[in-house]
């Protein structure tokens, strides 16, 4: 079985305690995390470069300590780029093995590399941008060549009359002096107030488009979540300003983990919510009844992530079987 193993396609490891002891771990694991040698690693956090993955490994310590299965799909398991100069995303299963008495004594964990599931949404967002960019431009080069043409044409006006005029009484040059001086005066307010319309429109932060990252999520897991989709509002669910690639990633560990502490039997196991204060953007993720006694898996993740955010905070209400997002409007 473990040649089987070793030869196959898919990343695989296997853990043998608490902390993640490696038993077994094939190419295609040491693969993703850019290593060759499996003498280099004896556990998993081994496996992971310094920084932000680290927190992965707390993730694994929980399926261990519940001895639940959990499945993830198109994980961030690299929030940050990789040597390759891209983020990583992977579908995960872990399979905890109980002993006799019902705890954990070994984990099977699998791995597969997919696509990034943003790559759509950004390249959707960037043609936007650039659509309503190209728009403005055009709007506001119409505006100038009106508006800046009459006051060109009467400064240079004046500059020929009075290069032509060889003498001049001082009334006179005074008074296309003046003329002049005022036209200039209107041409530069004209390009200050441009200026200014286009720093007040310019936003401070990148406002992502929350609706999009939770309809992708879903669209992967139609089976953790439900086929239907009717009972999401999509069209109350409020923009967070925020990184695109953080939001996802706490939305997807989000939804994916109160979905597999809801029982399976309903329709639609995770119904999110979203509701706006003056202050700020609370998103709601309502789970169903679970016959075991279950801690949602990720949460130190979660809390880790959402700190990332300034103002940004994550609540878990037992007893209305909630995981509760709140975000600043900044």
Not at 145 to 156: G, T
Not at 263 to 275: E, Y
Not at 295 to 318: C, F, P
Request: glycine share 4%; proline share 4%; charged share 15%.
């Amino acid at each position: 079985m473990l040649e089987t193993l070793r030869q196959s396609s898919v990343a695989t490891a296997i853990y043998t305690s608490t902390a993640l002891h490696i038993g077994f771990i094939n190419e295609g694991m040491l693969g993703i995390w850019e290593h060759t040698n499996d003498n280099e690693v004896i556990q998993f956090p081994d496996l992971l470069p310094d920084g932000d993955q680290q927190y992965l490994a707390s993730l694994l310590s929980d399926v261990w300590n519940q001895g639940i299965p959990f499945r993830l799909t198109a994980y961030p398991v690299a929030m940050s780029t990789n040597k390759t100069g891209s983020r990583l995303y992977a579908d995960i299963y872990l399979q905890p093995i109980l002993n006799s008495n019902g705890t954990t004594e070994s984990m099977i964990h699998t791995m597969q590399e997919v696509q990034n599931p943003l790559v759509d949404l950004h390249i959707g967002n960037m043609q936007s941008k650039d659509i309503l960019a190209d728009e403005k431009l055009q709007q506001w080069s119409r505006a100038l060549s009106h508006d800046l043409r009459n006051p060109l044409s009467v400064a240079k006006l004046g500059m020929q009359y009075m290069q032509s005029r060889r003498q001049m009484t001082p009334e006179e040059h005074q008074k296309w002096v003046t003329m002049v001086i005022d036209a200039l005066q209107s041409v530069e307010t004209l390009i200050t107030d441009v200026v200014e319309v286009s720093r007040k429109e310019a936003p401070s932060a990148t406002a992502t488009n929350v609706s999009c990252l939770v309809h992708a999520i879903y669209k992967r897991n139609p089976l953790l979540l439900g086929q239907d989709t009717s009972k999401l509002d999509f069209g109350s669910m409020r923009a967070v300003t925020a990184d695109s690639n953080l939001l996802y990633a706490i939305f997807n560990l989000a939804i994916q983990s109160a979905g597999q502490l809801s029982d399976g039997t309903s329709h639609f196991p995770v119904i999110i919510t979203c509701n706006q204060t003056a202050n700020q953007v609370q998103y709601s993720l309502k789970y169903g009844d679970c016959e075991k006694e279950q801690k949602l898996v990720g949460l130190t993740v979660l809390e880790y992530w959402i700190q990332q955010i300034k103002g940004a905070e994550i609540v878990l209400d037992l007893a209305n079987k909630q995981l509760i997002l709140n975000f600043p409007i900044l």
